[in-house]
């Protein structure tokens, strides 16, 4: 299995036999609640593919209905014909807009597409809705990605450990972002730590990070929570301790990493 970062929420998951689009955002700025006063976020350079220039995608694999996972204005731009798991919430969205094979995950439940079973993992509650995080094996490698783009909760993780160890790769956000009134809504180092030390994985590749510019009112009152050096020191500490060899990965956008397999020994 191997990932592409495109920008923020957005990468290419190509398996030995089909390429998965994760939660696209190709076009246009990232308005909520369709009031860019209110927050607005926009590329600072043009992401590496636009939903033209794309390779062939074999699937869209959606976490969450927000805009900067569901995003309305590239999705109408992709072919209808293609495939689509979402949460339930995204799943309204893009039957919306016209997308022929659409279906929605309840959590915990897996479905096999192609070479990839994909199991559809609680991700934090965000209000009254609660969406998904993603687990992907790879069959003929056994190649496990877990991903999540906002909170992993303790519970979630030891069923995860339990049920589905080992995992070898965390999608997940290291750098955090403080909401008011609603607290660390993506996971900082402290938190994604946490993760890294409850699944054991080999490597860690963050998401949530993008090459973005914020504007209007809530934009100013988001507040960032560390920093990729801070968990790139933190990751480093816990290397140290435990001796293990977990490797961070941060891909440019455009760039493409080799996930670990079940074959590889760790060092």
């Known amino acids: 299995m191997k990932l592409t970062r495109i920008d923020l929420n957005s990468w290419l998951i190509q398996t030995e036999g089909q390429t998965l689009l994760l939660d696209p955002w190709l076009v246009d700025p990232l308005v909520f609640l369709g009031l860019p006063w209110f927050i607005r976020i926009q590329h600072r350079n ?20 927000q805009p900067d996972h569901c995003h309305p204005p590239t999705l109408q731009r992709l072919d209808k014909r293609i495939p689509v798991l979402a949460s339930p919430a995204a799943a309204s969205v893009v039957r919306g807009l016209g997308f ?34 993603y687990l992907l094996e790879e069959e003929k490698s056994q190649t496990r990605l877990y991903y999540e783009p906002h909170l992993s909760e303790p519970d979630i993780r030891q069923r995860l450990q339990q049920e589905f160890h080992p ?33 054991h994985p080999r490597q860690v590749v963050p998401t949530a990070m993008g090459e973005v510019v914020y504007s209007g009112w809530f934009a100013s009152q988001i507040r960032t929570l560390g920093s990729l050096e801070e968990f790139r020191e933190r990751l480093g500490s816990l290397n140290a301790y ?7 990965c941060c891909p440019a956008p455009g760039e493409t990493v080799t996930l670990s397999t079940s074959t590889e020994a760790m060092a």
């Open 46 to 65: 043009p992401p590496p593919f636009t939903p033209e220039t794309l390779p062939q995608v074999d699937g869209i694999l959606l976490s969450q209905a």
């Open 100 to 133: 022929a094979s659409v279906q929605a995950l309840a959590p915990w439940r897996s479905v096999q597409w192609g070479d990839v079973r994909i199991t559809a993992v609680p991700g934090a509650p965000l209000g009254p809705i609660r969406e998904l995080g």
């Open 167 to 199: 995992i070898y790769t965390l999608l997940i956000p290291v750098v955090g972002q403080v909401f008011p009134l609603l607290g660390e809504v993506i996971m900082g180092p402290e938190r994604a730590l946490q993760v890294v030390e409850a699944l």
């Open 242 to 248: 435990a001796r293990t060899s977990i490797q961070l």
